[in-house]
């Protein structure tokens, strides 16, 4: 069992990575051998459409002595409807080449600096390309990766992501600000809590598709993957992609062949949490796919279809919060300690 606990933070270290970040997210990731609502049932955005301030972020306090395990009911379904708010109904669409998506990279990584995590920023360059029939340009993008104090990458451990980019179009609240959000309510509530591995979040940039190809999308996850050394590699114990979880009555648990271990661990998480599933297999369109195809333990959370995909209407409200929480509750209870 190892505790994943939550270091405070000064003003200078978050201040510094916002400027890294707005500076164009240059900072490589070291290289390895190479008021609190309750769940609601929509995530509303602003009512006259402007840009408005963002919330302010509670300073999480932690206490040396607190090594509680991680349970499912520890993540807080506002954190994710917050992030929901933030990214897609104040930043708006992320092409991943863009100064929104370094915004958004910046915000991140200030919330996860402020819950203790050591994060640094992974440079990923992405062609130029069609992405859902808009022309997007050759550019760099970056993935956003938050490790536990003292962690050790040669060690076992386990990954969650989510991607933080978007189609042109699209302000991506579902798809997938959702799947960002519910990572940092599992982030927030993993940080002073014991987890039964060390966990890396981390979101990744150019997930959406550049080409018709399968080589044509996913480059932060294919970038992350590729910047690990043998044991590195050996060190992952499984990787959960969060991709478009906010939809829906039922979470969508989905492996990229018929059915693997991965799978059957988070719909057994899931049961412990109380939380109704479906399992899907085939899944090869999300983060995970990237970890998988080179051999490594992944699955996916999320799926489910809906009106705004890919579009102008993906906007906070399409999003439910319940939704959310029992995501996040499938996340944790499958981190827990057991």
């Not at 958004?104 to 402020?114: D, I, P, Q």
């Not at 050591?118 to 990923?124: A, F, G, M, S």
């Amino acid at each position: 069992m190892t505790t994943g606990r939550g270091r405070r933070r000064g003003a200078a270290a978050s201040a510094a990575v916002a400027l890294l970040v707005l500076g164009g997210c240059s900072t490589e990731r070291p290289e390895r051998d190479a008021s609190v609502a309750p769940p609601r049932e929509s995530v509303e955005d602003p009512a006259d459409g402007r840009e408005e301030p963002a919330e302010p972020s509670p300073t999480v306090e932690t206490s040396p002595e607190r090594v509680e395990p991680l349970s499912a009911g520890d993540v807080d379904p506002a954190t994710a409807a917050r992030a929901v708010r933030h990214l897609a109904g104040r930043i708006g669409p992320r092409e991943a080449t863009g100064a929104a998506y370094d915004r958004a990279a910046g915000w991140v990584a200030g919330e996860l600096t402020r819950l203790g995590y050591d994060v640094t920023h992974q440079r990923v360059d992405v062609p130029a390309g069609e992405s859902w029939g808009v022309p997007v340009p050759a550019g760099r993008s970056a993935n956003v990766v938050a490790t536990p104090a003292g962690f050790d990458p040669a060690e076992p451990h386990l990954v969650v992501g989510a991607h933080l980019d978007t189609v042109p179009q699209a302000p991506g609240a579902e798809d997938n600000a959702s799947g960002v959000g519910v990572m940092l309510a599992v982030a927030e509530a993993a940080a002073d809590r014991a987890t039964r591995l060390p966990t890396v979040f981390v979101a990744f940039g150019a997930e959406e598709p550049r080409g018709p190809g399968d080589d044509d999308h996913h480059y932060g996850s294919r970038r992350y993957v590729a910047a690990m050394g043998p044991a590195e590699r050996r060190a992952v114990r499984a990787m959960v992609s969060l991709d478009r979880v906010g939809v829906g009555a039922r979470v969508p648990v989905g492996s990229a062949g018929d059915s693997d271990a991965v799978q059957r661990a988070l719909l057994a998480a899931a049961r412990r949490a109380g939380v109704a599933t479906v399992a899907e297999g085939g899944q090869r369109s999300s983060d995970h796919w990237s970890f998988v195809r080179a051999g490594l333990p992944g699955a996916r959370l999320g799926s489910t279809p809906y009106a705004g995909y890919h579009s102008a209407g993906d906007v906070p409200a399409v999003v439910s919060a319940a939704q959310l929480e029992r995501v996040g509750r499938t996340v944790a209870a499958w981190l827990a300690p057991r």
